[in-house]
T-cell receptor, first 112, second 116 residues
Framework: QKEVEQNSGPLSVPEGAIASLNCTYS??????FFWYRQYSGKSPELIMS??SNGDKEDGRFTAQLNKASQYVSLLIRDSQPSDSATYLC????????????WGLGTSLAVNP | DAGVIQSPRHEVTEMGQEVTLRCKPI?????LFWYRQTMMRGLELLIY????????DSGMPEDRFSAKMPNASFSTLKIQPSEPRDSAVYFC??????????????FGSGTRLTVV
């Protein structure tokens, strides 16, 4: 059974700090990795995707992928109260066509 | 673009009744996904379609659930008969086949189903 694991949190950081969110996955044969943000009562929205080992930066967000250790992380720099949400990690496994396997999410609270 | 449109937004029904959820994907998106989200199990893929054809329905919990996509702009998820354990938020999502998953899915606003 392929699994994606995240710490449920809540992760609490002060405004302006770096928030670090982590995700591990069980299957080495994986191709692509995604971070979605979900505000309470809303639908998930894609914020980052990453396919290769290393870092990928987009504005205040950096995704980090380490396939050897089977983890992917999301760093949020200069955290804002508006970043308070649940962050979902999703993985697409080779051979799974367009299917994503999802973690349960990490709740982030950014305190003013 | 109006995005992925789901209806109804909220549905409260009695156990044993039939429930039909509806979805209109983004125009030009030829992959459509039905998800269920609960606190305990998170997001679960129920079924997905490519070009109106069901590709993977392994997540459909049991025969009480059925999904159709009669054309590129409309899909339904039906539960008959409904049970209290079906209470959840049901999301529809779509994406274009041509770009793979690079841009992820676009989710609809969801239908919050409560079965009493």
């Amino acid at each position: 059974q392929k699994e994606v694991e995240q710490n449920s949190g809540p992760l609490s950081v002060p405004e302006g700090a770096i928030a670090s969110l982590n995700c591990t996955y069980s299957d080495r044969v994986s191709q692509s990795f995604f971070w979605y943000r979900q505000y309470s009562g809303k639908s998930p929205e894609l914020i980052m995707s990453i396919y290769s080992n290393g870092d990928k930066e987009d504005g205040r967000f950096t995704a980090q992928l380490n396939k050897a250790s089977q983890y992917v992380s999301l760093l949020i720099r200069d955290s804002q109260p508006s970043d308070s949400a649940t962050y979902l990690c999703a993985v697409n496994y080779a051979g799974n066509n367009r299917k994503l396997i999802w973690g349960l999410g990490t709740s982030l609270a950014v305190n003013p | 673009d109006a995005g992925v449109i789901q209806s109804p937004r909220h549905e409260v029904t009695e156990m044993g009744q039939e429930v039909t959820l509806r979805c209109k994907p983004i125009s030009g998106h030829n992959s459509l996904f039905w998800y269920r989200q609960t606190m305990m199990r998170g997001l679960e893929l129920l079924i997905y379609f490519n070009n109106n054809v069901p590709i993977d329905d392994s997540g459909m919990p049991e025969d009480r659930f059925s999904a159709k996509m009669p054309n590129a702009s409309f899909s339904t998820l039906k539960i008959q008969p409904s049970e209290p354990r079906d209470s959840a938020v049901y999301f529809c999502a779509s994406s274009p086949l041509s770009v793979g998953l690079r841009y992820g899915y676009t989710f609809g606003s969801g239908t919050r189903l409560t079965v009493v």
